[in-house]
């Protein structure tokens, strides 16, 4: 398959932590965003962050890959959901890194049970080419349920 | 203090021939984005995919390492602008990536952005947790 090419562009002005940002993705897909330091480790406020970036990215190569694994076994998903939630941390050395990216998903799957959801949410962080990225800065946890089973 | 942000995804059918959403964000920012495989492995028509979004990531976690870098030698910049391309080899994964900076920073020399601008691609989180990728280029340039 050819590669594929996916570009954003960023503007900045100003100090780190009374400066402000916008980003925007070359699809069109979304409008510029605003970003700033204090919403980046404060409360969001309306902007978006790093982190809240790759939380979507992650959410969403997560979500193919799980698709895709479940397709493979012949039991397709009539839906996945996903969450990603991404963690800043402040580690030794006064430095800040992303500890952890925390991946939950539902699945409506006819004819599974939660043991073969399981290896298939397995497979699905290990086919999602950003579950082992993540992993060289930080940890990847997975937990999925079938949509209907105890813990929804 | 740790930070948390969080996306939602729902996907419909299979891999090839289903379709998914961006939800929400933590932010509230933007939602409801569509995401598919031929706009992910061919031509975006409009749709967003995690290689863009990661561009999207990787770009902003830069500018604000830069403009740290830069501020605290003295040089607040007036102004940085930063692409990020993502190169996506379906089957492999993100092979590259490709960092473009322009930046109006007054008193500031060609070596001296040059110099900010490697620290920034090296030590932001973002830099950090796509430490995997095979090649994470930069180029620097000041303009008037």
């Known amino acids: 398959m050819p590669r594929v090419q996916r570009q954003a562009t960023a503007s900045w002005t100003g100090n780190v932590a009374r400066g402000e940002g916008s980003i ?47 397709a493979g076994a012949g039991t397709p998903a009539e839906l996945v959901a996903v969450t990603a939630t991404v963690t ?44 082992a990225l993540i992993k060289a800065s930080g940890t990847v946890t997975v937990n999925a349920e079938l949509e209907g089973s105890d813990g929804d | 203090m740790a930070t948390d942000r969080r996306a939602e995804v729902t996907w419909r059918g299979d891999l090839m ?33 995690p290689e863009e979004l990661i561009a999207a990531a ?51 020399d060609d070596d001296g952005f040059a110099h900010a601008a490697d620290q920034a691609k090296a030590n932001c989180p973002v830099s950090k947790a796509l430490a995997g990728v095979p090649e994470i280029s930069l180029d620097a340039r000041l303009v008037g």
Request: glycine share 12%; aromatic share 4%; net charge negative.
């Open chain 2, 58 to 108: 990787h770009a902003t976690c830069f500018s604000m390492a830069l403009s740290h870098g830069l501020a605290q030698d003295g040089h607040v910049p007036e102004q940085l602008r930063t692409s990020a391309t993502v190169t996506f080899q379906p089957g492999e994964g993100i092979t590259r990536i490709a960092l473009a900076v322009e930046g109006k920073v007054p008193g500031l």
């Open chain 1, 88 to 131: 800043l941390d402040e580690v030794e050395g006064g430095s800040h890194r992303i500890v952890s990216s925390d991946l939950r998903a539902r699945a409506r799957v006819q004819g599974i049970d939660e043991e073969a959801l399981a290896r298939a949410a397995d497979a699905a962080d290990e086919g999602c080419p950003f579950s």
């Open chain 2, 17 to 49: 021939s289903g379709n998914g959403t961006i939800d929400r964000v933590s932010s509230g920012v933007f939602g409801g984005l569509t995401v598919s495989w031929p706009a992910r492995a061919e031509e975006p028509d409009g749709s967003t995919s």
């Open chain 1, 24 to 70: 925007a993705p070359a699809s069109g897909t979304f409008e510029p965003v605003p970003y700033t330091l204090a919403s980046r480790i404060g409360k969001p406020d309306g902007k978006t962050s790093p982190e809240e970036l790759l939380a979507s990215a992650h959410a969403g190569c997560y979500a193919m890959s799980l698709a895709g694994e479940l």
